[in-house]
């Protein structure tokens, strides 16, 4: 009989340890989004030595397709740290959003309703600029591509994070002070909290979306919002040449199901409205069905560990928040880091989790109720169909629900 590869047998000889190089800072950021290096720009600057840690090639991170729409206090917020010099330049401004149903279309100017807009600015733009900033102009130490990321110790005062090095195979660890994982949905450092003192509250929309990249110049000069017995559609603008449309399918769709044909067949049938500018069609250079559920880890810290973004939450595109979420996470965590080395005030780090959770519910709640405004019409339910429309109605028609409607869209810099 052969035996079981995963017994060792009683001649085999025990692995060798691999040998761990010992090293030194103050925080080690998880993670290279958004969150992870706006926190290493704010630490920087500061100067507060940190680490950042990235399982991902540079080159990767800096092409990964991901969210575009940026709410205006993120932006006056990374302006006024000196992170948004390229995006001013290079940004597209939207001041409306259109939406369209029952073979109408409808503008709602949310700038002239909130005094807001929306900034147009690809997160892969983003990341490069941070990046750059971080690396190359402000000559902060990230590692790219490394392997079997391993957080140790965060209840206690020597927090650590293990990894391996992908050039030369050595295991290192990095003894720190704090660790903050931004390391997203998918990372390690969210397993890290224990399940006692920590709970994952969730939403399933029921619903998926397929995502779309299009080589084709948007269509209309906003985003449009299809509401359609067929399921919702979507139009974002990416740049002059490339649009985001998004079409709702059965949650765990195959991608494959959906052939170029079909795709623009839907997407001219549930966008369609009188008076408005027909779709230009394009090349599909991406197709992925999106799992449409929502979540949040609570508390996001715990001993030496704080979470920040996806890590921490996850919102589904519905109301384009979860890049803005995760820079609002890292700014309150940022500063709170730099007041802990610069004035030895703790406050900031002991009200993090709180002072964040007030706004991720906030979104959270947002998200929930334009998903019934999204899907009631396809929902096969007249009920909800029924007060989709009357939440619609009311947005559209009354001047006091318009303007909750925009402070939440655009996400105002107020916590309640």
Known sequence: MTADASVPSATSQPATPQPVTPQRTSVV?????????????????????????????????????????????????????????????????????EFRLAGEHHRFPYADVSGQRHFVYPQPLLVTDLVREYADVRG????????????????????SVAYTDPRTGERVRLDCDFIAGCDGARGVTRDCLPSEHVTIARHDFGVGWLALLAEAPPSSDCVVFGIHPRGFAGHM???????????????????????????WSELHERLAADG????????????????????????????????????????????AKGMNLAIHDSLLLGDAFVAHYGKGDESGLRGYSAACLRRVWQYQEFSQWLSEVYHGASSGDPFRAGVARARLRRTLGSPAAAAGFAELFLGKDTDY
Request: proline share 8%; hydrophobic share 40%; with cysteine.
């Open 237 to 263: 603008a990416r740049s002059p040449q490339v649009t985001r449309y998004y079409l709702e399918c059965p949650p765990g769709d195959d991608p494959d199901n959906w052939s170029h044909e079909r795709v």
């Open 29 to 97: 950021v998880v993670g290279a989004g958004p969150a992870g290096l706006t926190l290493a720009n704010i630490l920087r600057a500061a100067s507060v030595d940190c680490v950042v840690l990235e399982n991902e090639s540079r080159e990767f991170v800096e092409q990964r397709p991901r969210a575009g729409f940026l709410e205006e206090w993120a932006v006056r917020a990374l302006d006024g740290r000196g992170l948004a010099d390229r995006l001013l330049q290079n940004t597209v401004v939207h001041t409306e959003c």
């Open 276 to 319: 408005a500018p027909p779709l230009i069609e394009g090349k599909l250079i991406e197709k992925r069905v999106l799992a449409m559920h929502n979540y949040v880890v609570e508390p996001m810290a715990y001993g030496r560990l704080y979470l920040a973004g996806d890590s921490a939450h996850l919102l589904a595109p519905i109301g």
């Open 140 to 159: 902060g130490d990230i590692r790219f591509g490394v392997r079997d990321v391993e957080p140790a110790g965060i209840d206690t005062d020597r927090p």
